[in-house]
């Protein structure tokens, strides 16, 4: 009904929320290449730029070489959609979104940074408390952490705790979250359809 109508930005909404879906649903794998990872996100972000009428911009630099390098599926989503909620709600300047991804010592590290609104340096020192303790010390989160802690609590029980979220913000400037997993998952893991 869309295209017969010519909307055409309702028909491109519903091609990119299905295939997010579709996506979600197939649970036949727990670990992807990051670069299905990114088509993922290149969905929700072109839902985003209907939605907000192309009042940001976003960037995805991640060299070829790291394409296939395997991820837990949907640890990206949960912390772009937090910069929308928070970051980019409201901001009196245009919108900037840059995902990236290098390997260190070791490790894959996803970088999301965003020129929001920030994260207060007291919130800040709390949240990076919370994701290094133990599941049991949690204090109980506002609904804007929750994807936030179970990312980096799914994290930390496939990869231990030197992998997980980590924050780096200034208050009304930008807020950079990592993401850091280790550049080979557990053969128990890549054996076993079943998620920690």
Request: net charge neutral; aromatic share 10%.
């Amino acid at each position: 009904m869309a295209t017969m109508e010519g909307a055409n930005n309702v028909v491109d909404m519903v091609e990119s929320l299905s295939s997010m879906f579709r996506y979600s649903s197939d649970t036949a794998r727990y670990f992807v290449p990051i670069r299905q990872e990114i088509r993922n996100i290149y969905d929700y972000l072109h839902i985003q730029s209907v939605r907000y009428g192309n009042s940001f911009q976003y960037r995805v630099e991640i060299e070829s070489a790291l394409q296939e390098q395997l991820v837990p599926k949907q640890i990206l989503q949960p912390v772009v959609e937090n910069v929308f909620k928070h970051a980019f709600h409201p901001l009196p300047r245009p919108g900037e979104l840059l995902i990236s991804a290098k390997e260190e010592g070791g490790f894959l590290i996803l970088t999301v940074r965003d020129n929001g609104s920030g994260i207060p340096a007291e919130t800040l020192r709390e949240l990076n408390r919370s994701f290094r303790g133990a599941p049991e010390d949690r204090k109980e989160n506002t609904s804007s952490e929750i994807g936030l802690w179970n990312v980096n609590r799914r994290i930390r029980l496939i990869y231990g705790d030197d992998c997980g979220l980590f924050l780096d913000s200034r208050d009304g400037e930008y807020t950079l979250v990592e993401i850091r997993v280790l550049r080979e998952p557990p053969r128990r893991f890549l054996r076993s359809r079943q998620a920690p």
